[in-house]
């Protein structure tokens, strides 16, 4: 599968493909937004929901981009550059969008009953539940 630069998104049936992919592994890890919770959830082991408050995500946003200006963050394919007013955009229009993210989130998370899960909204929520995840595993 091609890798995209310039911010382009790939096609969807590309992404639930890279999905399916990944959670037929052994071990993984999601992190994003909702669009894909559906899929994971019914696969997961347990859930960690990283919800700090809205303060927090706003100031992470803002300064994201300016540790990695000009560059490609290492999580991303090579030619994905981050610019500050670009990623100010985005982060403007997620958090605009961030309780609908939210309440998605929350659904899926308090429908899954039969896993482990924890909601982690500080520093010490996030210790407690990789505390608790490594004495789970």
């Known amino acids: 599968m091609k890798l995209l630069t310039g911010w382009q998104q790939k096609p969807r049936s590309e992404i639930d493909a890279l999905l399916e992919q990944a959670l037929d592994g052994e071990a993984w890890i999601l992190e994003g937004g909702p669009s894909l919770l559906r899929q994971a959830v019914h696969k997961a082991d347990a859930l960690i929901w990283l919800d700090p408050p809205e303060f927090v995500r706003a100031w992470q946003v803002m300064r994201r981009p300016w540790i990695h200006r000009g560059k490609t963050r290492p999580e991303l394919p090579a030619g994905n550059v981050d610019w500050p007013m670009q990623q100010y955009k985005f982060a403007l229009s997620s958090l605009r969008r ?11 998370f308090y429908q899954a009953d039969a896993l ?22």
């Open 116 to 137: 482990q899960k924890w909601r982690c909204r500080t520093k010490k929520h996030r210790a407690a539940a990789l505390s608790a995840w490594a004495d789970h595993g």
């Open 98 to 108: 961030g309780s609908a993210f939210r309440k998605s989130i929350a659904h899926a």
